[in-house]
């Protein structure tokens, strides 16, 4: 019997804003795909793989075949979907885990986004099918040991000598870097940064794994150590020079991330949720407690708030109107959120919050490095104080 002054019965507690009325049916269809996908593929096992610290290569092929790689790219055998869509895909993926996002992203909007934005129609036609079909794997190579949040201080060097290129330099925190088959590589030159489509079984290029990690597991890190690596001309991206080329292949990762980030928040706050409707101490669900209760309506918000951030920032995106700063805004403002939200329910599980039999602990130790990565908090404040007052304050 349905009881009309049950607020239960007014809003869903896993959509309290009804935010679904605000994706069209092709959208939402993509969106149950890809959650339909994570939940056969991915939950089952992604505890394991985490725990051994091992990301299932063979399901890059899986993703491949569901159209995941290179979703938001037209041609080349890419699916050429809307920016909402790829965006709700990232959401899903890193609802199931921030390293099968972080391998969308790398692979789409890191590695296929320069060749398909910058490079020439031989390395397009070469590269993009068989990565948009997961039979060929790729990294991007910007961070150095000694070079992260400024980029403008690398290292890596190549010079010209003939028509060949040769590089040297390491790469460092390369994800996907030990198991791909073709790393895009930035490096300076005489005429500034340039990047260099490098297929990794080039003679002195070689990877080292990075080991011990206690964040992104299910995802392999990795350094890049290019020893006198001789390429042919033909091998630079042709279409971009300056530092403008790796920054815009980071802008378009970085808008994966502001949705995939709700994702992670999304399966913190529903794990808290079910736990603390299930779970009992003195004498009953602890969700009936005041404190609780605070959690997850603080939960709830943040989630619900970081979801109409992201589908905003999609639509500015579909129409050509997002600016590099609104994605700074998103990916500062909803990893963080994400972040707190993973910690509240870390909290709200009590002891079983530290077992990876729940998805909070992964989830929240996932998500440190997604605070990390692609700019920092700090370097997205610096940006988005730089837009508001026209003043940088980076050095
Ligand atoms: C799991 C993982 C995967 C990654 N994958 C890739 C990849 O595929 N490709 C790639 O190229 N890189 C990758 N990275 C590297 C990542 O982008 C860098 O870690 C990031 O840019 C930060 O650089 P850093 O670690 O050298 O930190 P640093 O730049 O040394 O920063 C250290 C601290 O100082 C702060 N800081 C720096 N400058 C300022 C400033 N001007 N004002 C205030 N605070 C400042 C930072 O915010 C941070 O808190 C990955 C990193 C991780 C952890």
């Not at 309290?16 to 605000?22: G, V």
């Not at 939940?39 to 995941?68: H, T």
């Not at 979907?81 to 890193?94: D, Q, R």
């Amino acid at each position: 019997m349905s009881n009309p002054l049950d607020p239960r019965q007014q809003t869903d507690p896993r959509d309290f804003l009804a935010l679904d009325s605000l994706i069209d049916d092709d959208e939402r269809a993509i969106q149950q795909t890809v959650r339909r996908y994570v939940q056969d593929r991915v939950l089952p096992d992604i505890a394991d793989w985490y725990d051994e610290g091992v990301f299932p290569r063979d399901l890059a092929k899986e993703m491949g075949s569901l159209g995941l790689l290179g979703m938001h790219l037209d041609g080349y055998g890419c699916a050429g979907t809307n920016a909402v869509s790829y965006g709700l895909a990232c959401l899903e993926l890193e609802a199931g885990d921030s390293g099968f996002r972080s391998f969308v992203s790398v692979q789409g909007s890191l590695a296929m986004f320069p060749i398909h934005a910058f490079g020439s129609e031989e390395q397009k036609q070469e590269w993009l099918p068989r990565m948009a079909a997961g039979e060929a794997i790729g990294c991007f190579g910007l961070t150095e040991p000694d070079s992260g949040s400024d980029p403008g201080s690398m290292r890596t060097w190549a010079r010209k000598d003939g028509t060949d290129w040769v590089l040297n330099g390491t790469k460092m925190w390369i994800t996907n870097g030990p198991i791909a088959d073709v790393a895009i590589v930035w490096a300076r030159t005489d005429e500034g940064v340039r990047g260099f489509v490098v297929p990794t079984d080039t003679p002195g290029f070689t990877t080292n794994t990075v080991h011990k990690k206690a964040s992104l597991r299910a995802s392999v890190t990795g350094e890049l150590v290019l020893e006198d690596v001789r390429l042919p001309d033909s091998a630079v991206l042709p279409g971009v020079t300056g530092l403008r080329g790796p920054l815009s292949c980071l802008n378009e990762a970085r808008f994966g991330i502001l949705f995939g980030a709700v994702g992670a928040g999304r399966a913190c706050y529903e794990a808290a949720l079910d736990y603390s409707l299930s779970r009992e101490q003195f004498g009953r669900p602890i969700a009936g407690f005041q404190l609780v209760q605070r959690k997850l309506v603080e939960m709830m918000i943040s989630v619900n708030r970081s979801t109409l951030v992201a589908l905003h920032l999609g639509r500015l995106k579909d129409r050509g109107q997002l600016s590099p700063a609104q994605v700074s805004f998103g990916k500062m403002d909803n990893v963080r959120q994400a972040l707190e939200v993973a910690r509240e329910a870390r909290n709200s599980l009590g002891a079983n919050g530290i077992t990876l039999e729940y998805p909070v602990i992964r989830h929240m130790n996932n998500l440190e490095s997604v605070y990390t990565y692609e700019g920092t908090n700090e370097i997205h404040t610096l940006t988005l104080g730089q837009a508001i007052t026209g003043l940088a304050a980076f050095r």
